[in-house]
Structure formats: structure tokens, C-alpha cells
């Protein structure tokens, strides 16, 4: 159980071009999600936390208008990377959170700007 | 933001060895999570702990909350191929949001 899919795995876009990925809980309903980004060879930096209905929160540094969620229900979070740059590919991943404790990831959207 | 201190950054061993790693924070956390990732992939949880002092185990894999509340440590016993990856702590503050803090990971060679 509590089973996340993210889509699409890999998309290449070009530069100024936006670009949606998805997140899915499969077989829960998830209170919360977040979007996490990682560089090459670190760690996940959490980006924003969503919860359905309401607007998501943003980490600090993090430019919402650039990096658009929505998070329409209990089972869906969208992350839309808007007018996308070279410096904007990296590998997002997304959690969802099932109880007060649990949290499972998204297998990551690889996204290369070009 | 904020990261735990994850320790060793990375780690050579033999096939059959045992592996420790440790994370600790100088903030009280409420969960300390173990994940493993591997290339290309997301996260993958190998353990969850909830209370002080707790010690759980998954397979070769054994993790344990610290008393103080500031540290766990995983190990991973007779080591395989397999094992190989980036393990990450991850840990939950205490009285504070949702959102988890993680550890900058640690990257584990297994030569057979």
C-alpha cells in the first residue's frame, strides 16, 4: 500500500516552454504533498507543501510563480514549471503524506530544459 | 533549509561487512526516517521510527531513535551487492510541521 506515481519519468522541454508534472497517490488519500528538488550528488530540498484545496506553501527562495502547484484533490498534486530555463533541469520528486507519519516518495521526473 | 548531519558521506566496503551510519540534529525530532535511493529513482523508506529509544529492524537493516531525540543511527548487516545506493536519513521536528528534514546522504560502494 501507499503507492505514489509521478509522471512523466524523464521530459525534455525548450527553453521558455512550461512543463507539468504529476503526482498521484495510488491507493490513499494524501492530506499533504510535497515537491522536492535534487541537484546531482545531494539531497532533496524540500520546494513546497501543498494541501488539497488550499494554496501550497513555499520554502523560502523558492519563486511561486515560477514553480506553480496545485493540489486539486486528495489523490493528484500538479508541480508546472513555468517558461522553463537551462538552469531549471534537475530531478523533482514528489511525497505524500498518508498519516501524521507516514511519507512515500514519487519515483522523480527528470527534466532537462534545452 | 535546515539539513541533519549525516555521517560518513560515503562508504567502501567488502561484500559480507557490516555498515553503520549515523544522523544526528541539534533540534529534538518526533520521527527519524531511513531511505535508500538509487539512480534516476525516488526515495525508498527501509524504516520508520516513532519513539525514543526505539529500535526496529528490516531484514539486515536495523535502525534505532536516539534517547535524546537527536540522533538515530541504520545499520546494515552482511552487506550485498544490492545494497548499494545513497541512504538518507530524514527526521520529523518535534511540535513542528509536516515536512521532513534530510540528512545530505550516504553513499554506499559494496565490492564484491
Known amino acids: 500500500g501507499a503507492v505514489v506515481s509521478q509522471h512523466p519519468s524523464r521530459v525534455i522541454c525548450k527553453s521558455g516552454t512550461s512543463v507539468k508534472i504529476e503526482c498521484r497517490s495510488l491507493d490513499f488519500q494524501a492530506t499533504t504533498m510535497f515537491w522536492y528538488r535534487q541537484f546531482p550528488k545531494q539531497s532533496l530540498m524540500l520546494m513546497a507543501t501543498s494541501n488539497e484545496g488550499s494554496k501550497a506553501t513555499y520554502e523560502q527562495g523558492v519563486e511561486k510563480d515560477k514553480f506553480l502547484i496545485n493540489h486539486a484533490s486528495l489523490t493528484l498534486s500538479t508541480l508546472t514549471v513555468t517558461s522553463a530555463h537551462p538552469e531549471d533541469s534537475s530531478f523533482y520528486i514528489c511525497?505524500?503524506?498518508?498519516?501524521?507519519?507516514?511519507?512515500?516518495f514519487g519515483s522523480g521526473t527528470r527534466l532537462t530544459v534545452v | 533549509g535546515q539539513q541533519l548531519n549525516q555521517s560518513p558521506q560515503s562508504m567502501f566496503i567488502q561484500e559480507g561487512e557490516d555498515v553503520s551510519m549515523n544522523c544526528t540534529s541539534s533540534s529534538i525530532f518526533n520521527t527519524w526516517l531511513w531511505y535508500k535511493q538509487d539512480p534516476g529513482e525516488g526515495p525508498v523508506l527501509l524504516i520508520a521510527l516513532y519513539k525514543a529509544g526505539e529500535l526496529t529492524s528490516n531484514g539486515r537493516l536495523t535502525a534505532q531513535f536516539g534517547i535524546t531525540r537527536k540522533d538515530s543511527f541504520l545499520n546494515i548487516s552482511a552487506s550485498i551487492p544490492s545494497d548499494v545506493g545513497i541512504y538518507f536519513c530524514?527526521?520529523?521536528?518535534?511540535?513542528?510541521?509536516?515536512?521532513?528534514?534530510f540528512g545530505k546522504g550516504t553513499k554506499l560502494t559494496v565490492n564484491p
Open positions: 530524514a527526521g520529523r521536528f518535534q511540535g513542528g510541521s509536516e515536512k521532513l528534514v
Open positions: 511525497s505524500a503524506s498518508w498519516t501524521s507519519y507516514g511519507y512515500t
